[in-house]
C-alpha cells in the first residue's frame, strides 16, 4: 500500500498516457476506415459511369453557327484498378501511339471514326493537242472556314481514231483538311467529349474518350502513425524522481507514438 502512496501520480500519468494512446490509436483507425470508404465511394460512381458510357451511343445537335456538334460520355479508368477488358483496350492504344507501358504521364486518350459522303461538280477544261488527241482537265477548290479546306483536280486523255473515241485511265487528285474542334464538359458529374466541325458531309459514327486516372497515386500522401525515437528540450511542468511536480528547464530522451492526425 505504502508502494501505491509513494508511486501514486507516477501510476496516474501512466494510466493518463495509456488512456491518451488508446485514443490516438483508435482516431488513427477511423482516419484510415474514413479513407478506405472513400475510396470504395469513388470506384463504385467510376464504375456505374463506365457502364453507363459502354450503354451511351453518340448524341448529334446543332450549334449556333450551323456546324454539327457530336457528344458522348467518357469512360474514366483507374490505372490502380484496371479490368483486364479495359487492359486490353488500353494496350491498343499503347501499340498504336507508343506509349510508355505504365501510361505515366498520359492523361486521356481519344479515338474517333469519322466518315465522308461527298459531291463534287469540279469546272472542266478540253485542251486539243492535236487532230486525234485531246485533254480534259477539271478542277474544284473550296474553302469551309475554320482550316478546312477542299481541292480537287485531275485530267483525262481522251483519243480519237476516225470515228472512235477512247480513254486512257483519268488521274485524280483530292487533298483535304479536316479541322475537329474537341472539348471535355462537365456534364451533372461526369465528362462528355463534344468533337465539332464545319466540314460538309463528315458523319462522326463513334467516338471514345478514356479519361485516365490514378487513384491510388495521385490522392494526396497519408502521413502514416508510427513509432519514434527522440530526444527533446523544453521548460514546463516537470515530476522529478521523489513524484514533486515542478516548474523549470527540462531534457528527455523517449519513445514516442504519434497517430497520422498529429504528422504533418
Known amino acids: 500500500m505504502n508502494l501505491i502512496n509513494k508511486y501514486k501520480n507516477t501510476i496516474i500519468y501512466g494510466l493518463i498516457a495509456v488512456m491518451i494512446f488508446v485514443l490516438m ?35 448529334t445537335l446543332i450549334a449556333d453557327n450551323g456546324n454539327l456538334i457530336s457528344e458522348i460520355r467518357s469512360y474514366k479508368f483507374d490505372l490502380s484498378d484496371l479490368k483486364q477488358e479495359q487492359s486490353d483496350l488500353l494496350d491498343k492504344y499503347k501499340t498504336s501511339l507508343n506509349l510508355n507501358k505504365d501510361l505515366n504521364k498520359v492523361n486521356t486518350l481519344l479515338a474517333v471514326n469519322v466518315n465522308i459522303k461527298d459531291s463534287i461538280i469540279a469546272s472542266s477544261n478540253l485542251t486539243e493537242i492535236d ?37 486512257g485511265n483519268p488521274t485524280i487528285t483530292l487533298q483535304q ?5 474537341a472539348a471535355i464538359e462537365d456534364n451533372k458529374g461526369y465528362d462528355e467529349i463534344k468533337i465539332s466541325t464545319s466540314y460538309p458531309g463528315l458523319n462522326i459514327s463513334n467516338i471514345e474518350n478514356i479519361n485516365l486516372i490514378n487513384s491510388r497515386l495521385n490522392k494526396k500522401q497519408k502521413k502514416k502513425a508510427g513509432w519514434s525515437v527522440g530526444v527533446g528540450f523544453g521548460y514546463g511542468i516537470n515530476l522529478n524522481n521523489n513524484q514533486v511536480i515542478s516548474t523549470g528547464p527540462s531534457i528527455g530522451l523517449g519513445v514516442y507514438y504519434s497517430p497520422s492526425w498529429l504528422r504533418f
Open 131 to 167: 487532230s486525234n488527241n485531246s485533254i480534259l482537265a477539271f478542277n474544284r477548290s473550296d474553302d469551309f472556314g475554320n482550316g478546312n479546306t477542299r481541292t480537287l483536280f485531275g485530267e483525262l486523255k481522251i483519243t480519237r481514231f476516225d470515228s472512235i473515241y477512247s480513254y
Open 177 to 181: 483538311t479536316i479541322n475537329l474542334m
Open 25 to 59: 490509436q483508435q482516431c488513427n483507425s477511423n482516419q484510415n476506415l474514413k479513407r478506405e470508404v472513400e475510396l470504395a465511394k469513388e470506384d463504385s460512381n467510376r464504375n456505374f459511369n463506365n457502364y453507363l458510357a459502354s450503354k451511351d451511343s453518340i448524341n
